[in-house]
């Protein structure tokens, strides 16, 4: 199990720092976590996605003082711009073969309709990923990374609440519906507190991903789930669901960001008898 865990936003929709560096961070609508994890004498770093810009990734980097080269694996949790658009860059700021973990269907086409139709997929392909020394492992099932270090790989839809809707993809010429099966987690087992759950934008649902975490580790306890909980959109009804089974789920620390929404933020750390920060 991993000895301890640090966890730093790179990028955001939102700025909150210190001692002026909030002047010179960068805040995009997207989501960028660096997983610092150390087992016995081995440090293990995982970027968790890379935001929707290389500019505003690298930048955030330079000033948060982190060194781009330690890092030994990119996840990325599926394929919205918001969330991968900055790999290329992240790539020439590592500078060394590095492994993309992504599900089969990363690459796939991906729309919205909100007021009108848009592409929100990636702007990059796999020949310009791996010509920049990305090395591609893309796996519908969870990777092991390292020891009690995995991501979930596709995620079991339990809930009956947790539904998505708006998003669309292309399959076999057809415009249909695109349930976002690639959606993925990073899992961490932190020693004698449980699980930590890193989100890209759970767009399989909150409750789904940290259920399905429990039953891939046969853990049950769960130490902390961070990152987008993709509750912009839900009804007052869904949020109390959710918050019923979060409380079920009795995590000890909430950090809901990004596409969570700041109405349904602030009825988490209303309702909810745990720590909320965002």
Do not use: W
């Not at 079991?156 to 249909?176: A, D, H, S």
């Not at 853990?219 to 669901?241: C, P, S, Y």
């Amino acid at each position: 199990m991993a000895d301890d865990v640090c966890l730093t936003i790179l990028i955001e929709d939102s700025v909150e720092a210190r001692n002026g560096a909030r002047k010179r961070l960068i805040a995009k609508h997207g989501l960028s976590i660096l997983a610092e994890t150390r087992i016995d004498d081995t440090e293990i770093c995982v970027l968790m996605d890379t935001g929707p810009s290389a500019e505003a990734l690298l930048n955030n980097v330079d000033i948060m003082d982190v060194n781009p080269r330690k890092i030994d694996a990119i996840v990325l949790s599926h394929g919205h711009y918001d969330h991968t658009d900055g790999l290329i860059g992240a790539l020439k700021g590592i500078n060394k073969p590095t492994m993309i973990i992504a599900h089969p269907k990363i690459f796939a086409p991906k729309f919205a309709v909100r007021k009108k139709l848009k592409f929100i997929g990636s702007s990059f392909t796999q020949p310009m990923m791996e010509n920049v020394g990305g090395v591609p492992l893309f796996a519908s099932n969870p990777v092991e990374i390292a020891e009690d270090i995995t991501t979930t790989g596709e995620i079991e839809r339990k809930t009956t609440y947790e539904k998505l809707k708006g998003f669309f993809t292309i399959e076999q010429g057809q415009f249909v519906v695109d349930s976002i099966i690639d959606d993925q987690a990073l899992i961490i087992n932190l020693k004698s507190k449980g699980l930590v759950v890193v989100t890209g934008c759970a767009h399989a649902g909150v409750v789904n991903t940290t259920m399905h975490a429990q039953k891939i580790t046969n853990t049950g306890k769960i130490h902390a789930v961070l990152g987008g909980f993709h509750l912009i959109d839900a009804t007052d009804k869904r949020i109390q669901m959710t918050i019923d089974d979060l409380k079920r789920l009795k995590p000890k620390f909430l950090g809901p960001c990004h596409s969570t929404g700041k109405k349904q933020l602030k009825k988490l750390k209303k309702l909810l008898e745990i720590d909320v920060n965002h």
